[in-house]
């Protein structure tokens, strides 16, 4: 018979997941909004319609074009992409991947529209009867909600009316900052995100600036830039520096990064560095299991 006085065993903590990067508090409260993923595949979709492929990637266009109408409910991009990849009127061999008429993304419009003025009478309601903490979260709501399911310049318009709040901490700017420069990224406006990020960096590298863990993130997104940017080395040292401390799973997957850091590094490493950091760097073996290219 068991010894019911034992004293109980403790708890095992979970192991870490070693594909996702170092934990993080700002990255756990950061906008699932826009996607990331989303964006690569509807690049994939864009490139196939330059290169005359799309016809044969049918299966992918279904699948972003429901993500965009179930998953973000967003009738402007729905729009967007459909312009972009089909021209106007739509030909009739893309009926297979739209499932919404012009009627439904009228609907859509008008039910995103009224959410929106629902949530600006919330950040109206804070002004007037509440804190700077509230009037804070509403404009967070609306923001993020803006990035989810609404055009582009509307999400845009909408991270500066959260930047312009009174009293506004320096962590949530570079918080704020970071998801609009992820939105403009996503529809592929590289010089807006370079001026959120380099208005971020300057908060942070300010007296009272961010903290160590915004600070890490905010490093990623610099990489991430140069990567755009075409600067391969710069990139190159940028996103080694970062392996160790990656925690932005909001704007890729760290077996992504590893992959980048990766490949601009095998240009610039001398071989005895490139053996050591990454043919036996533990951040990269941590995810090769998981990473065929890799």
């Not at 699932?32 to 290169?51: E, G, S, V």
Request: net charge negative; aromatic share 4%; charged share 25%.
């Amino acid at each position: 018979m068991a010894d019911s006085t034992a004293p109980a065993k403790p708890p095992v903590a979970p192991k870490k997941d070693k594909t996702l990067g170092q934990p993080s508090a700002s990255e756990e409260t950061a906008s699932l909004y826009p996607k990331m993923d989303l964006c690569q595949k509807m690049h994939r979709l864009t490139a196939a319609k330059h290169a005359g492929t799309l016809d044969s990637l049918l299966e992918l266009q279904t699948e972003v074009f429901t993500a965009i109408a179930v998953d973000l409910v967003n009738p402007s991009l729905y729009r967007r992409l459909q312009l972009e990849l089909y021209g106007a009127p739509t030909p009739s061999n893309a009926a297979a991947a739209l499932k919404l008429t012009t009627d439904d993304l009228d609907q859509l419009q008008v039910k995103q529209e009224k959410e929106l003025a629902t949530l600006e009478a919330a950040v109206t309601d804070a002004q007037e009867n509440a804190g700077d903490m509230e009037v804070v979260d509403a404009r967070v709501k609306v923001a993020r909600f803006a990035a989810q399911s609404l055009a582009e310049n509307v999400a845009l318009d909408a991270y500066e009316k959260l930047l312009d709040v009174p009293k506004l901490s320096s962590g949530k700017k570079i918080d704020a900052l970071m998801e609009q420069a992820r939105v403009a990224s996503f529809y592929k406006d590289t010089s807006r995100a370079d001026d959120c990020i380099a208005r971020a960096d300057k908060i942070a590298n300010e007296g009272s600036g961010g903290d160590w863990d915004r600070r890490n993130r905010l490093k990623v997104y610099k990489a991430l830039q140069r990567l755009l940017h075409r600067d391969m080395q710069a990139a190159a040292e940028a996103l080694l520096s970062c392996i160790a401390t990656f925690s932005c799973n909001e704007i890729c997957s760290y077996g992504d990064f590893i992959v980048y850091t990766m490949l601009t590094n095998l240009l610039h490493l001398k071989r005895p560095e490139l053996k050591v950091k990454i043919i036996d760097g533990p951040e990269v073996l941590s995810v090769a299991n998981h990473k065929p290219v890799v």
